[in-house]
């Protein structure tokens, strides 16, 4: 069988594939809020002259002032108005930037979560879901999603302004000498670097430990989510919780120190080189001014040009290692994007054949890594028939229902839809035209944590008339009136809403199906586990009515239930051993028969 695609490489992506990321995310952000970027960006190239024309207004000023107290002239009240101006200029641009930036980060927050939903809507199958460094990588980025887009768009714009400025400066001390700004710059490249390798390192142990933090986790859910809480105190578990967070948080912590430790030391020579160039072209600044060479303002200039390049530097070293990490998130974003799934739509869909036949041609399937759970199976379903699945747990008979709604592939044959002389192949079909013929009700069903009428709806139009049958056929009318705001109450303890028993969600999950009237193909997988017989009853009852004209496929264990279904099939081993009607499977006294005894005999006992 194909693997599933992998949304994690091993190795970290190199610079050029960073700035390949960087390329193409620009033109998102760009396109996120065109009218936004293009204000932030004025405002970033406006922030970053700043600073250069503000130690050039006080290298004027100061040389003025020596002037005017050696008796000459200077316009000392321009020159501190000129100051003043660039000052609340720097505040203005600043403040604007900070709010601009905020709406343009939103924008592009909610653009670029939007494109991570959509890609997990195109995510038609469940294979992807198999892979354990799915979690890792989803986890990943869910937990970015809200914050690495700002934080980017931030980066970007810092590093522009920081350029900017670090130009600007750099072209105020070729007043004192060509070859000055180059010093300074060579002097604190290495800082720049190592830190930025150091982000690497810090990164590269965020993707080492995702797993491991996800561990903790889940201990610490555990140990605190009202769903375990029963088991917990019914047998001590909490003290092993508690040792095995503590034992996993304690090595986690011991690995992430390791990585401080060696971001701090590693930073200290290149610290130290930095600190000796500063103090070097210092001292020959000083020197000039002994001389004669240099006026009392260009030394001030040097003083202020060189703290602010020593800051810009530093800004340009957190904002490469920053951004180099905001980008890594955003290779995995794009992996993820660009991951091709093995189940997807067609380039060119087949319609739908007006018979819905099922029929399977010797279908073999196995989940990733393990042997086959259907083998060879071939079975033949015409549309308008109510069929019963039944066998031992591990039969295939789930995986049967699954492979129906083409959340996998077979590895070996096929599943057609249509009568003979009319049928098309599955893959050949939309997967979200054909499931929307489909109403289910799964054994490990989903319980979302809305309202009553939202669990029921599922983002479907609400019909009044629609929902009051579902409500009535499936038992959830009788339940409404000991709710507080009846389909209005919310579900779920987290939000402040009730929690309700097994068998209150199973009434409201065969709602969902039932509510689903359109639906050709109704399908039951082990509908009833957690009903009392006599709601047990009332649903089978519903079932047997809205099956009327529909495919009908229905999973069971409870044998008594299955004698309304036209046809019984009987699986072992992922095949298909027995195939009738109860009648004939009874007469031919095989494994259905033996099934039928047993229950028999244990509600007779």
């Known amino acids: 069988m194909p693997r599933p695609p992998r949304l994690r490489d091993q190795s970290a992506p190199d610079t050029a594939q960073l700035l390949r990321i960087l390329w193409r995310t620009l033109p998102e952000l760009w396109h996120s809020s065109p009218m936004l970027v293009s204000l932030l960006g004025l405002m970033a190239l406006l922030g970053g002259l700043i600073p250069a024309a503000t130690l050039l ?14 008796g000459g002239e200077a316009d000392l009240a321009l020159l501190a108005a000129a100051w003043a101006g660039a000052a609340l200029l720097g505040q203005v641009t600043g403040i604007a930037r900070q709010v601009l930036q905020g709406y343009a980060a939103d924008k592009f927050t909610v653009q670029t979560s939007r494109r991570l939903m959509d ?103 555990a140990a605190l989510n009202q769903q375990f809480a029963k088991e917990i ?5 909490m003290p092993y919780l508690t040792r095995e967070y503590t034992e996993r948080t304690l090595d986690y912590q ?15 020579p290149a610290q130290i080189l930095a600190l000796a160039v500063t103090a070097g072209v210092f001292a020959y600044a000083v020197w000039q001014a002994q001389q ?12 202020g040009a060189l703290s602010q390049v020593r800051g810009d530097l530093q800004s340009l070293a957190d904002s490469l290692g920053v951004g180099s990490e905001h980008l890594h998130w955003f290779a995995k974003y794009y992996e993820f994007l660009d991951a091709v799934p093995q189940v997807a739509a067609p380039a060119q869909p087949q319609p739908l054949p007006q018979r819905l036949d099922l029929t399977l041609e010797g279908v073999t399937f196995g989940y990733q890594g393990h042997a086959p759970v259907i083998e060879n199976l071939s079975l033949h379903i015409p549309e308008g028939q109510t069929v019963a699945i039944v066998g031992e747990n591990g039969a295939g008979k789930s995986t049967l229902i699954k492979l129906l709604l083409r959340f996998y ?69 009788a339940m409404l009136p000991r709710l507080e705001d009846g389909l209005n109450t919310r579900i779920g303890q987290a939000y402040g809403g009730v929690d309700l028993s097994g068998g209150q969600w199973q009434k409201l999950v065969t709602a969902r199906a039932l509510y689903r009237a359109e639906a050709r193909v109704l399908i039951l997988d082990e509908p009833t586990a957690a009903l009392d017989p006599r709601s047990e009853a ?59 005894r047993l229950q028999a005999g244990q509600y007779g006992e």
């Open 57 to 70: 207004i006080s290298k004027w000023a100061v040389d003025g002032v020596s002037r005017v107290a050696a």
């Open 119 to 221: 890609k997990m809507n195109d995510l038609t199958g469940l294979e992807v879901l198999e892979d354990p460094r799915f979690h890792d990588d989803i986890q990943i980025l869910q937990m970015g999603a809200p914050r690495r887009p700002l934080n980017l768009t931030a980066t970007i714009l810092g590093l522009l302004g920081t350029l900017v400025g670090l130009l600007g400066v750099s072209g105020v001390l070729l007043t004192v000498g060509w070859w000055v700004p180059l010093v300074v710059v060579a002097g604190m490249v290495p800082l720049t670097l190592t830190q930025m390798r150091l982000y690497e390192l810090g990164w590269s142990m965020t993707i080492q430990n995702t797993q491991a933090s996800r561990e903790l986790n889940y201990f610490q859910k």
């Open 233 to 237: 105190r019914l047998y001590g578990l």
């Open 254 to 268: 011991r690995t992430m120190r390791g990585v401080r430790n060696k971001q701090l030391l590693g930073v200290l």
């Open 292 to 303: 004669g060479n240099l006026t009392p303002g260009a030394v001030v200039l040097v003083i």
């Open 409 to 477: 592939d077979p590895s070996a044959g096929r599943i057609l839809l249509g009568s003979a002389g009319e049928q098309t192949d599955l893959r050949d079909v939309d997967p979200a035209e054909w499931r929307s013929q489909v109403a289910a009700v799964f054994q490990d069903y989903a319980r979302f944590e809305w309202d009553v009428r939202q669990n029921v709806l599922l983002g479907q139009q609400e019909d009044p008339q629609r929902l009051s049958y579902a409500a009535d056929a499936s038992g959830l009318s």
């Open 538 to 596: 009332e649903v089978f009852a519903a079932f047997a009515e809205l099956a009327r004209g529909r495919t009908a496929l229905l999973v069971t264990h409870r044998l008594g239930s299955v004698r309304m279904a036209d046809r019984i099939v009987v699986m072992r081993s992922g095949r298909v051993t027995e195939d009738g009607t109860h009648e004939e499977l009874l007469a031919r006294g095989g494994e259905y028969a033996e099934l039928w």
